[in-house]
């Protein structure tokens, strides 16, 4: 058993129930990005058990107008087909053309368009995260997407992934996240993104294994993307690299009691599981000839001599609903919406109800968040935001518009969660170890003052105007009105004196208020969630 | 266990000699007889892309090399302008590289040819990945080998400024718990709020020494007293000595500041700083030409470096690693593609210069790894554990490199 389990089996809180005010903030915190300016108010007459029923129902919620601002980004509706045409040919062609020396190309990258290089494609994608986490009334659906896209990472600085994960997104994650966990993990391991990323897709039978001779994989899959000679076997090789987080990473975790036999003989079953050439449509394919048809053994399962693309399939669904599997999701999902250490009982719970149904994510995610340790008042603002949450959840409380996402996406490479540029197939932390380091802190507070100053390129906000009109002449008053917008509630008293001391210092200053703001939004209290 | 944060504030010296001491108190103090820091640093150079070491330290003392590489090869020593810069009479140096020779010739400048990671990959990013994680074949460990190494050096009173990145993001040899910062550069480091930076900053310091900050406030006095100590110690302020000269670009900005960085004597031990454009598939050119170019930059660079610390680079030991590297024989695009082993440089304190270390597995075709490339004969792991024992004092290298054999029969003795 994970040892998280044990030092998570603390004595229940003596602490008071959470007030009905408390525990909209802390859903808006924890199943959305935080509250924008009148939210908590709006979730406490609406009540909080009938928000968190219809935030778990998002087709139900309308949310065209997020939907028609993102139009103007014209890859995210593309075909990797057309994302290949439109952005990775040019730039091949010029490399071709600077290789064959044509007079005068002397950098490819300056021979291509702006609007056909290959980095809009991932400046669209970030934009489009961060403006529906921003603004989307599925606020519990970006938070899930967040989750999803991190526990099955792809990272885009990897060649052709570039262009495989627009369609990763929308076509295999977005549309699966409320479904069966089997539906969504077989998605993903016919898709293009994850077949390149943990090079599946190059993994082929020792020549020996094979029902046919050897192929020229090399015609298949297009220079750089042939396999690897893993012990020199001669053309081919099994590559073990996606069976084993598949494994480690996907569904059972690290402690899910597989060997590295188990791994060898799961890469043998996946082995054919390929991609198609761009050029050529691009898409999953199974390459019969490069899979292992001899006989194999994985968690104890045989498949006899001859299969073929069934086998995976089947490993993919037994894998998907395994008990370990079922530990391993509820451990993320607690320790995503409860906390670090999640308790034990609370996880036990969960995998179960992921059992009962059959991996049915809805009601799983249901049971994490309907749970009464949910809102145990010993987890209200006990999580660490990750660089993701606090960004969006600074811009939310603010009510800042926006209309250029990237300098956003800069500030989250800057405290080191860059969107989909994760490159480890773990993903990023969900624990707050991961984001306290020092230079991201300073990122963090930096932030905070260009926001609420209004000094962040394509972000407009205006602090002055979350201060009720009888607040304004009274700096102390103010000082507590911008707290209570921003955090929710008053600040602790060592904090409101830092601020007030502040205001003193400051009076007469036309800049107070966003200076203000800028400190409650880069205090410690905005840090948690 | 004194609270440094209070020292700095009440500039009570005497309590800490021997811990690091920011150049700006020394002044203050005018204390001409307090110790001087003599903290090793070690500087870590990545090529990102993959650097073609056969170029760089050239076999010209082996025929195939000239065979395998019709039109790229760089010309045996003494055939003239262009020519390689003998080394030991098998190996030279590529003439772009010149700046860096006479550190070789007076002993401070070792090679290490063959050398690389054992796993097979010929991806940038799987390799890359490999070297700095310190676990080449384990993709899942989540940290950098640097920072394990970090976490490993006890020391009684260690720096904010310990580890530092010249990079934009934080990199993955150093990320993990041990605290590491990065930054583009020394001067933007801290609070930004224009005139009231100073005001707000100390406001937020405030703040986070409150309980309310819980596990943040670690990180937070960390964040503030590494601003500080930029802020008064102000590296960014001291131009490079003994007429050192960097070259125009990131690289040579990068190591100009950790150079100051290490003249402000902030407490810096590891710094870390990584160029790139070695990717050379095509026209890759011999003495002239795309990696020329990129060569002669980048020993401007260590050159300058070297020049501008001066006896102080006796304190200092910078090596040089690349993911992989590259094919033997040239390809039709006159260029190499992704191969297997590579060259690293180090340069500076306990380096047993003017030698080119390592195994030469030789270029004859039986000799190749996988029949194409230069096979590795010294795991890179093997150079840092030697950098790490000798020049850091790290005992126990286990935790550095996980599931490595670490047998000091085979360190290389590159260093005193």
């Excluded at chain 1, 250490?341 to 969960?350: I, S, W």
């Excluded at chain 1, 996406?409 to 020092?438: F, H, I, K």
């Excluded at chain 2, 203050?28 to 892309?49: C, D, E, I, S, Y």
Aim: charged content about 25%; hydrophobic content about 40%; aromatic content about 8%.
């Amino acid at each position: 058993m994970l040892a998280v389990f044990e030092a998570s089996a603390a004595a229940p809180t003596s602490k008071p129930a959470l007030a009905n005010r408390e525990m909209a903030i802390h859903a808006l915190n924890r199943l959305a990005f935080g509250p924008r300016p009148g939210d908590v108010d709006r979730v406490v007459s609406f009540g909080v058990p009938a928000w968190i029923d219809e935030q778990l129902a998002p087709e139900r919620i309308p949310d065209g107008a997020v939907e028609s601002s993102l139009e103007r980004f014209p890859t995210l509706a593309m075909t990797t087909e057309k994302l290949w045409e439109k952005f990775e040919k040019p730039i091949r062609e010029a490399r071709q053309e600077k290789k064959n020396g044509v007079n005068g190309v002397l950098d490819e990258q300056a021979m291509v368009p702006y609007e056909n290089r290959p980095r809009r494609i991932v400046e669209e994608l970030t934009e489009a995260r961060i403006l529906r986490a921003v603004r989307s009334e599925r606020q519990l659906n970006e938070v899930l997407v967040d989750f999803w896209m991190n526990h099955f990472n792809v990272f885009a600085g990897k060649g052709l992934d570039r262009i495989f994960l627009t369609s990763f997104e929308r076509d295999v994650v977005r549309p699966r996240i409320w479904g069966k966990f089997e539906d969504l993990l077989l998605a993903t391991a016919k898709s293009p993104a994850m077949l390149f990323y943990l090079d599946n897709a190059q993994s082929a039978a020792e020549p020996d294994h094979r029902a046919q001779r050897p192929l020229r994989l090399a015609r298949f899959l297009g220079e750089g993307m042939a396999p690897t000679r893993a012990n020199g076997n001669g053309p081919g090789g099994l590559n073990e690299n996606y069976a084993r987080e598949l494994m480690e990473l996907h569904t059972l975790g690290v402690d899910g009691g597989y060997t590295q036999k188990d791994v060898t003989e799961l890469a043998r079953v996946l082995t054919g599981w390929s991609i198609v050439r761009p050029e050529q449509g691009t898409g999953f394919v199974f390459r019969a000839p490069l899979h292992d048809i001899a006989t194999k053994t994985v968690l104890g399962v045989s498949f006899p001599f001859g299969g073929g693309i069934e086998e995976g399939e089947k490993m993919i669904r037994i894998l998907a609903n395994h008990p370990a599997t079922a530990r391993h999701i509820a451990l993320k999902l607690c320790r995503r919406f409860v906390a670090d250490e999640p308790p034990v009982d609370l996880v036990e719970r969960v995998a179960k109800r992921f059992l009962d149904t059959g991996g049915d994510l809805r009601e799983t995610v249901r049971t994490v968040v309907t749970s009464p340790e949910f809102s145990d008042p010993r987890y209200y603002r006990a999580k660490i935001k990750s660089p993701f949450e606090y960004v969006i959840s600074a811009v939310r409380a603010i009510g800042a518009t926006t209309d250029d996402a990237l300098p956003i996406a800069r500030q989250l490479g800057q405290m080191g969660e860059p969107l989909y540029l994760c490159q480890p197939p773990t993903g990023y932390s969900d624990a707050a170890e991961a984001w306290v380091n020092t230079g991201a802190l300073v990122a963090r507070l930096n932030f905070a003052l260009q926001l609420a100053g209004n000094r962040l390129p394509g972000t407009w906000s205006k602090a002055e105007s979350l201060l009720p009109p009888d607040t304004a002449t009274d700096p102390r008053a103010s000082a507590n009105a911008l707290s209570c917008a921003l955090v929710g509630e008053e600040l602790s008293p060592a904090t409101r004196a830092i601020l007030e001391k502040r205001i003193d210092a400051e009076a007469g200053e036309n800049a107070r208020v966003p200076l203000i703001a800028g400190l409650i939004l880069g205090s410690p209290e905005f840090q948690r969630q | 266990m004194f609270d440094r944060r209070v020292f700095l504030k009440s500039s009570g010296l005497a309590l800490v000699a021997g811990g690091f001491l920011p150049r700006v108190f020394v002044r203050m103090a005018g204390a001409a007889t307090l110790p001087a820091p003599n903290r090793k640093v070690l500087v870590a150079v990545f090529q990102r892309g993959a650097v073609d070491g056969l170029n760089v330290v050239v076999p010209h003392g082996e025929k195939t090399y000239y065979d395998a590489r019709p039109s790229i090869a760089v010309p045996r020593p003494g055939s003239g302008e262009g020519a390689a810069l003998d080394l030991d009479g098998f190996f030279g140096l590529h003439p772009a590289l010149a700046p860096v020779l006479p550190y070789f010739q007076d002993r401070s400048a070792a090679f290490v040819h063959a050398a690389g990671s054992p796993d097979s990959t010929r991806s940038h990013f799987d390799a890359q990945d490999f070297m700095e994680s310190g676990t080449p074949g384990q993709k899942a460990t989540a940290d950098g080998f640097l920072c394990r190494a970090i976490a490993q050096k006890k020391v009684a009173s260690c720096s904010p400024l310990r580890a530092v990145s010249l990079t934009p993001a934080l990199p993955r040899i150093l990320a993990g718990s041990a605290g590491a910062v990065s930054m583009n550069s020394l001067a933007g480091f801290g609070v930004r709020a224009g005139a009231a930076s100073a005001a707000v900053s100390n406001s937020f310091e405030s703040m986070y020494e409150d309980a309310v900050a819980g596990a943040l406030g670690g990180a937070a006095k960390e964040s503030f007293e590494a601003a500080r100590i930029l802020k008064s110690a102000d590296p960014a302020s001291i131009a490079p000595d003994n007429g050192a000269a960097y070259p125009a670009g990131a690289f040579g900005n990068a190591l100009k500041q950790i150079a100051q960085l290490i003249k402000a004597d902030v407490g810096l031990e590891v710094a870390f700083t990584d160029v790139g454009g070695w990717d050379t598939h095509a026209g890759e050119g011999g003495s002239e030409g795309q990696l020329s170019n990129r060569l002669r930059e980048y020993g401007a660079a260590i050159a300058a470096f070297a020049t501008d610390m001066g006896s102080r680079m006796a304190d200092v030991t910078l090596v040089t690693m690349s993911e992989f590297g590259r094919t033997v024989k040239e390809n039709g695009n006159r260029g190499t593609d992704h191969g297997h082993a590579n060259v690293m440089l180090l340069l500076g304190g306990g380096v047993k210069g003017g030698r080119v270390y390592g195994r030469w597995p030789g270029l004859d075709s039986s000799h190749l790894y996988e029949n194409r490339d230069l096979a590795v004969t010294t795991d890179f792991r093997d150079v840092f554990a030697e950098i790490l024992a000798k020049r850091m004092g790290i005992e126990n290298l286990t935790p550095v490199f996980p599931g490595h054999n670490l047998n000091a029969k085979r360190s290389l003795g590159i260093l005193a």
